[in-house]
């Protein structure tokens, strides 16, 4: 049986990084123990600008995240969307959509309402973190 793939936002990760006994964290392991966890470079960009600014710094040090990073990359799969999808009333958002269908992703896992309207999206789930949290939602 093929391992469930879930696309994490941004946000999502960079709070699983800064904040250790959070259900964000406890989402990205638990998809991480159970499923694949997919990325692209756009997505992986993102996350790299967000994580080297300053005002995170009074939580870990720069290097510590980049370090959570590469750890997060190296464990999950690199997928390079071969649609363009222009759906999402936020037109940044519009790469999760693309990694998820190009990842085969059974489900985005995110806390903004831009993509949540969208839910489902092409029979893919767009969940909040305590809805990926809450049994139903995890193989």
Known sequence: MNKPRFVFDANVIVSAFLFKNSSPRLA???AKN????????TVIDELSNVLSRSKFDR???KSIR????????????LVQPSESI????????????????????????????????????RNIKIITVLEFLDTDSVS
């Open 59 to 61: 939580y870990l040090a």
């Open 66 to 77: 980049q370090e959570l990073l590469e750890t997060l990359v190296e464990a999950s799969l």
């Open 28 to 30: 990205l392991e638990t």
């Open 34 to 41: 159970q499923g694949i966890i997919i990325l692209s470079e």
């Open 86 to 121: 222009d759906e999402c009333r936020d037109a940044k958002d519009n790469k999760y959509l693309e990694l998820a269908i190009s990842g085969h992703a059974e489900s985005i896992i995110t806390g903004d309402e831009d993509l949540l309207v969208l839910n489902p999206f």
